[in-house]
């Protein structure tokens, strides 16, 4: 999840675990929120012009062994079956759910990526996960939400080996500020890496921690903390500003009726909490996983 955060609002700390259980999102690999890379923009209440950026990981866990759990019908076993092949594409490259190889392709050659964003997508693509990491399609969106908001301050829950975050840092301006919550300290050793290389480590504020401790730790002294990092975000978020949800169609079994895993009901659980809620306005987007781009509407 990515949003803009004001200035005052900026140390972090997360537990992207419980945001995805709190929030009916899966838990664990990405933390959550139903895999989400969400995106916001904007803080709670403060007078000041908020621009921030804050960006959360994904909603789901885009662990094997929860794709191949489901009911037991040959239609739910062909639903579990492609769903394992749309997640071992991702995990080869191509990150484009219902793409074609030859789309794809052509969607990648299309988009513009920094050289150390190339880079670092060779290295990750070797490593365990490799299909959590967003696709270059996704982080330039993010990179152009974050420069059409002017963001100044952005989150993201969950960084894996940093690549939709090193493409929002690299739109920020140079007094722009990106706090990074991740748990898992290799992935972020990684991430440094390319942070240092890519010349824009100084932007960037790096939390190993849960997500949600960090997040708490951004919303001084408010006692009423929700627990879910949707919540957590809504509250640092400006008005105007931006949430992004990562993984929404969690590889097509949210449409399938016949899936009802426990995190995939959870993602449409999620979804759908997302489209009853009138405090902001949202857009679906069948980018990568598919993105739910949320806009907060009234103060929180
Ligand atoms: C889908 S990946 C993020 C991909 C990333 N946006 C990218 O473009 O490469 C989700 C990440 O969230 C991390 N994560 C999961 N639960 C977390 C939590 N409670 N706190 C912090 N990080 C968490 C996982 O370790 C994983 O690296």
Redesign the pocket.
């Known amino acids: 999840m990515w949003g803009l955060v004001d200035a005052k609002l900026i140390r972090v700390s997360?537990?992207?675990?419980?945001?995805a259980s709190a929030s009916s999102l899966p838990p664990?690999?990405?933390?959550?929120a139903a895999?989400a890379?969400a995106l916001r923009f904007g803080s709670a209440a403060t007078t000041r012009v908020p621009r921030a950026l804050a960006l959360t990981?994904?909603t789901c866990p885009?662990h094997r062994r929860h794709l191949c759990s489901s009911s037991s019908s040959s239609s739910s076993a062909a639903a579990a079956a492609a769903t394992a092949a749309a997640v071992e594409e991702a995990r080869q490259g191509r990150k484009q759910l219902g793409a074609t190889t030859q789309l794809y392709e052509y969607l990648l050659a299309n988009v513009r990526e920094h050289p150390v964003l190339k880079e670092l997508r060779e290295e990750?693509a070797a490593m365990r996960?490799s299909q959590?990491?967003?696709s270059p399609a996704q982080?330039q969106l993010l990179a152009m939400l974050a420069q059409i908001l002017g963001a100044q301050r952005c989150i993201?829950?969950?960084?894996?080996?940093?690549?939709?975050?090193l493409a929002v840092a690299l739109a920020l301006p140079e007094s722009g500020r990106l706090v990074a919550?991740?748990?898992?300290e290799r992935?972020l050793e990684v991430a440094k890496k390319y942070y240092q290389r890519a010349g824009v480590a100084h932007k960037v504020d790096v939390k190993h921690?849960?997500?949600?401790d960090s997040l708490k730790l951004l919303i001084d002294g408010d006692k009423r903390m929700y627990e879910e990092y949707y919540e957590l975000l809504l509250k640092l978020v400006r008005v105007g500003g931006l949430i992004v949800i990562?993984n929404v169609l969690w590889y097509g079994r949210v449409a399938d009726p016949l899936v009802n895993d426990r995190k995939t009901i959870s993602i449409r659980n999620f979804n759908k909490k997302l489209l009853e809620d009138n405090r902001v306005s949202i857009s679906m987007v069948p980018i990568g996983d598919g993105m739910t781009i949320c806009r907060k509407l009234v103060d929180t």
């Not at 664990?28 to 959550?32: L, Q, Y």
Request: proline letters at 5%.
């Open positions: 997360t537990t992207m675990r419980r945001f664990p690999a990405p933390a959550t895999q890379a990981a994904s885009w990750t996960g959590m990491q967003v982080a993201e829950v969950g960084v894996y080996t940093g690549y939709s975050s919550c991740e748990r898992d992935c921690a849960l997500a949600a990562d």
